[in-house]
């Protein structure tokens, strides 16, 4: 079974400040790799995802993730943050193939300070 | 617009009460969906992946008399929560599996208060 591990449990940032989550994950297959965003009081919704091609992929919002496969990890990137990117971020993997369900980080709570 | 449709947003009631949480895909048929569960300030655990015509896949440690899924229509899933008790209030969410590699579509979720 695959897992998902996310170091930065509650990270505050000042605004303008540059954003580095972590996320690395355990399966010996070939997985997809995604992040998802929950704003406060909303559902999650998707910020970018990964399967297959450029390991770098850009999202929605300025974000974007590397895909390292030697270091099986995917850390999710912003180079200037801003107080509405505040939110709970979790990264997600599921295996290539199928319709499978996605195992979560535990997740990481954002707080930008104005 | 919203791809999943998930009722209701929000539930309280008594001990002891069963509860029913819909889920509808509303853009194409789903032969496959999946019930989270998120207790606060944590991840989203996988309980079961519903599968449309047959029974439920459940998690180890999920009770499946205690949370009764159907999956009856390619558009509709249910999760029951029988019997519920406080230790079951928790926000439940929803989502229709992609293929290739497509992301999940979530729904609103359901936030469970069990008095």
């Known amino acids: 079974a695959q897992s998902v591990s996310q170091h930065n449990h509650h990270v505050i940032l000042s605004e303008a400040a540059s954003l580095e989550l972590g996320c690395n994950y355990s399966y010996g297959g070939t997985v997809n790799l995604f992040w998802y965003v929950q704003y406060p009081g909303q559902h999650l919704q998707l910020l970018l995802k990964?399967?297959?091609?450029?390991?770098l992929v850009k999202g929605i919002k300025g974000f974007e993730a590397e895909f390292i496969k030697s270091k099986f990890s995917f850390n999710l990137r912003k180079p200037s943050v801003q107080w509405s990117d505040t939110a709970e971020y979790f990264c997600?993997?599921?295996?290539?193939?199928?319709?499978?369900?996605?195992?979560f980080g535990s997740g990481t709570r954002l707080q930008v300070q104005p | 617009g919203a791809v999943v449709s998930q009722h209701p947003s929000r539930v309280i009631c008594k001990s002891g009460t069963s509860v029913k949480i819909e889920c509808r895909s509303l853009d194409f048929q789903a032969t496959t969906m999946f019930w989270y569960r998120q207790f606060p300030k944590q991840s989203l655990m996988l309980m079961a992946t519903s599968n449309e015509g047959s029974k439920a896949t459940y998690e180890q440690g999920v009770e499946k008399d205690k949370f009764l899924i159907n999956h009856a229509s390619l558009t509709l899933s249910t999760l029951t929560v029988t019997s519920a008790h406080p230790e079951d209030s928790s926000f439940y969410i929803c989502?229709?599996?992609?293929?290739?590699?497509?992301?999940?579509?979530f729904g609103d979720g359901t936030r469970l208060s069990i008095l």
């Open positions: 997600a993997v599921n295996p290539q193939g199928g319709r499978r369900a996605l195992t």
């Open positions: 990964y399967f297959s091609g450029d390991p």
């Open positions: 989502s229709i599996g992609g293929t290739g590699g497509q992301p999940q579509h």
